[in-house]
């Protein structure tokens, strides 16, 4: 295509899946194009927008310039996974329509499987800090094209899932940071091989003068890059924290490795973009974090508590079981295809978990003869218990809701899932009864 095909402007587009993303998407489209719906679940098309909804036979009927895929959308398992093979050269991602309509504007981009919230945020507003013009959108839940009044120095922190990227065909990236993978999304990918690649992406489709900067011991992604052209400079990030760095770090949020790691990419990113050390620093040190991501929501010498609501895998609780002593771990839910539960027996007498949830099989199978647990279903009655089997405990305690499951068995998000037990966790006054020992 040539860029004047790339002019959103007089075009015939179908967008399919109209979620947050479908409807950013065509409140962008809808006043230079002749914009179209479709959705699998026809009842989530309001009456508002039913004259723009096509049936599946009018879709055949018609030739679209370009159909716009939520990230949603499951090319092999949707209702249209057979017009769409047809058409796959016409499909394009909303991260397509940003990239060929702001093509000029600097844009980082963030991937991985744990942490990119976090360190998307982190990022922007140590971006912010410098008082420049930056946006943080994408899958942390700003979609990209509902951003206004876009100047030339506008900078873009964007945060991809492997759904935003795996169909994305001409986005790219001046700076790309894959954090870690690990297997996730299985279920959509199919294969660790095929979720690897959709992130991997990012780097591939960069140019030269830009920078992609990547796990230097991550063995699944290096495997790949060691197989592919890549035009992009690489920057391989170690574990090793500088300890006068370290010690200047006071939030207690970056006390585990996992985002130490993650605090690693941020500070090589910060140095390439040249960005100011104090103001580095201060960002870092006033960090709150984000809600249900690692979010410790009380911290004293008797009690520690974290929300890791977000934490829909084993992978992702992994860095926090092994970052604290005593744990009290709340765990359950919809367990992921591919996911594994390896506990090193190092940690076994360090943990007592609570399972929750309706499908309780594949966690009691998983810790039998390895570590301490009893099956309670619900968050109230394992925060009841933790109260009433944590009475006689000297060592300070660590409770832990990280639930290595997604959340659809009891809730219909993690972030659902995440109020309700900061709500819990104060109505039954947790924290004053255990201060009481």
């Known amino acids: 295509m040539?860029?004047?095909?790339?002019?959103?402007?007089?075009?015939?587009?179908?967008?399919?899946?109209?979620?947050?993303?479908?409807?950013?998407?065509?409140?962008?489209?809808?006043?230079?194009?002749y914009v179209y719906l479709y959705d699998d679940n026809s009842r989530l098309i309001s009456q508002k927008y039913k004259?723009?909804?096509?049936?599946?036979?009018?879709?055949?009927?018609?030739?679209?310039?370009?159909?716009?895929?939520?990230?949603?959308?499951?090319?092999?398992?949707?209702?249209?996974?057979?017009?769409?093979?047809?058409?796959?050269?016409?499909?394009?991602?909303?991260?397509?329509?940003?990239?060929?309509?702001?093509?000029?504007?600097?844009?980082?981009?963030?991937?991985g499987t744990n942490g990119k919230s976090t360190t998307s945020k982190l990022l922007y507003e140590i971006i912010k800090n410098h008082k420049k013009d930056v946006r943080l959108v994408g899958n942390i839940g700003n979609p990209i094209l509902l951003e206004k009044k876009i100047g030339p120095k506008t900078i873009f922190v964007i945060e991809a899932s492997s759904y935003q990227i795996e169909y994305s065909r001409y986005f790219k990236t001046d700076?790309?940071?894959?954090?870690?993978?690990?297997?996730?999304?299985?279920?959509?990918?199919?294969t660790l091989t095929k979720y690897i690649k959709s992130k991997f992406k990012l780097i591939k489709n960069q140019t030269r003068g830009s920078l992609g900067f990547v796990d230097k011991k991550n063995k699944y992604l290096n495997s790949i890059m060691n197989k592919n052209k890549i035009n992009s400079k690489i920057i391989k990030i170690n574990s090793l924290f500088p300890k006068k760095l370290k010690i200047k770090i006071k939030n207690n949020y970056f006390n585990n490795f996992n985002n130490l790691q993650n605090l690693k990419f941020v500070l090589e990113i910060s140095k390439k973009i040249k960005l100011k050390k104090k103001i580095i620093l201060k960002t870092i040190n006033s960090f709150k974090g984000l809600k249900y991501r690692q979010q410790i929501i009380f911290n004293n010498k008797k009690l520690q508590i974290i929300n890791d609501s977000?934490?829909?895998?084993?992978?992702?609780?992994?860095?926090?079981?092994?970052?604290?002593?005593?744990?009290?771990?709340?765990?359950?839910?919809?367990?992921?295809?591919?996911?594994?539960?390896?506990?090193?027996?190092?940690?076994?007498?360090?943990?007592?978990?609570?399972?929750?949830?309706?499908?309780?099989?594949?966690f009691e199978i998983k810790?039998?003869?390895?570590?301490?647990?009893?099956?309670?279903?619900?968050?109230?009655?394992?925060?009841?218990?933790?109260?009433?089997?944590?009475?006689?405990?000297?060592?300070?305690?660590?409770?832990?809701?990280?639930?290595?499951?997604?959340?659809?068995?009891?809730?219909?998000?993690?972030?659902?899932?995440?109020?309700?037990?900061?709500?819990?966790?104060?109505?039954?006054?947790?924290?004053?009864?255990?201060?009481?020992?």
């Open 2 to 33: 040539n860029k004047q095909e790339f002019k959103f402007k007089n075009k015939k587009i179908l967008i399919y899946g109209f979620g947050i993303s479908g409807k950013a998407s065509f409140n962008y489209l809808k006043n230079k194009n």
């Open 51 to 111: 004259k723009k909804f096509l049936s599946q036979k009018k879709i055949n009927q018609y030739s679209f310039d370009y159909i716009v895929i939520s990230p949603g959308i499951d090319l092999k398992k949707c209702i249209l996974k057979n017009y769409l093979k047809k058409n796959k050269k016409k499909i394009i991602t909303e991260l397509d329509i940003f990239y060929l309509e702001n093509k000029k504007n600097f844009k980082i981009t963030i991937t």
């Open 175 to 190: 700076i790309a940071a894959i954090l870690n993978i690990s297997p996730d999304h299985l279920e959509r990918h199919g």
């Open 310 to 362: 977000k934490s829909t895998s084993f992978a992702s609780s992994l860095n926090l079981l092994q970052s604290y002593k005593n744990i009290y771990w709340i765990v359950g839910g919809k367990f992921k295809k591919g996911d594994k539960f390896i506990l090193n027996k190092k940690y076994f007498k360090n943990i007592k978990a609570f399972i929750i949830g309706y499908k309780t099989n594949f």
């Open 367 to 437: 810790f039998k003869n390895k570590i301490s647990y009893e099956i309670l279903n619900t968050i109230k009655k394992s925060l009841l218990k933790i109260i009433e089997v944590s009475k006689y405990d000297k060592l300070k305690i660590n409770i832990l809701f990280s639930p290595s499951a997604a959340s659809f068995d009891q809730f219909r998000n993690f972030e659902e899932r995440g109020k309700y037990f900061n709500n819990i966790v104060k109505n039954i006054k947790l924290i004053k009864k255990i201060n009481a020992r």
